[in-house]
């Protein structure tokens, strides 16, 4: 399960929550090559009656499965998302899932935010750290997560949201897209992609 | 006070800690070109008997403090942190302060973390939110803080960090330069900016 769904049962529920996971090492720190930290992505949610607020994201600019997906379609990824194999900032996914050189959030500071959600997830459940993770994904296992849930929060997101898209609604907040895309997939069906569900249909 | 120092603070009594604070809005969600999101420093420490590990970062790529540095200085941002007048993609950080465009970390991941931070730390007090917080730097009061400790942290900075830097130590872990910063200015007496030094003087 991705780790956001966690964040819209905290909201649902009416409670405001952050959630983190470690993962395998499959991020350089910033200024080295070789893979070290993991993705581990957080979750930051908010409950809201007109469509909870929700963030999920990985350390990586991109996660792994977006990286796929943009290789897959073979399209380029709007910013840079790792390096390539010259170590040249490159918005090839296909080049950077090659290289397994990707890049974090905000260069220095999301190799450090990643560094500290490790360390809190791992030491506060006495679980295992990134170092300890089985890098081969197949036998990625026996993660560390740490969930947080805030109850009696002020019912402000109306009024921040309102901000924060101010009149022209030119950014998008966390989980709009989400929440966009479930209204479609109820009205039309869920999408698939094609070869995917070949896939399926022939496994 | 920097809120790094509460992370400090957290560390020296052996607690792990999550801090936070929002701020005016100085940073432009991602998309839009007025700011209309805080740049809400987050803290996150993890205390170690070596020297704790300690996060202190702004939701921009580069604080305000930073690039008001960088501007004194006359030097070209590492990478770039904003806009320029035009819209460009700029390192130069007298563009980027006087346009007010500064770029959150990882573009649309750090301007939807600098939203949920706002939600948290206003939702959770009670308090004002970026919204409601004065544009005018010099007045900018009443902030919404967020203070979380953790106690009982297993003592595992040590091997996590042995893993983060490797072989190579080709990367700097947070808190890494406060470190030596500080081991230095107790060493040889803190460095100081004579312009700013002649200023204190004269006023």
Known sequence: MRGGA????????????MCWTNTLANVPPWGATAPRVGNNPLIVSFPHANGHVVLDMAMSQFSVGALTTYAARGEPLPVAGGFD??????RDARA?????????IGFWKGSGLSLMLDLLAAGLSGGLATRDINPDPERETALSQTFIAFAHVEPI???????FHGNTHDARH?????????????RDGVEVDEAVWRDVLNS
Chains 1, 2 share one sequence.
């Open 174 to 186: 966390p989980g709009e897209r989400v929440l966009t895309t479930r209204a479609r997939s109820l």
């Open 6 to 17: 966690y964040g819209w049962q905290a909201a649902d529920a009416g409670l405001a929550a």
């Open 96 to 104: 950077i899932l090659e290289s397994q050189r990707l890049l974090p």
């Open 157 to 163: 997101a109306g009024a921040v949201l309102a901000h």
């Open 85 to 90: 194999r010259d170590g040249e900032p490159s």
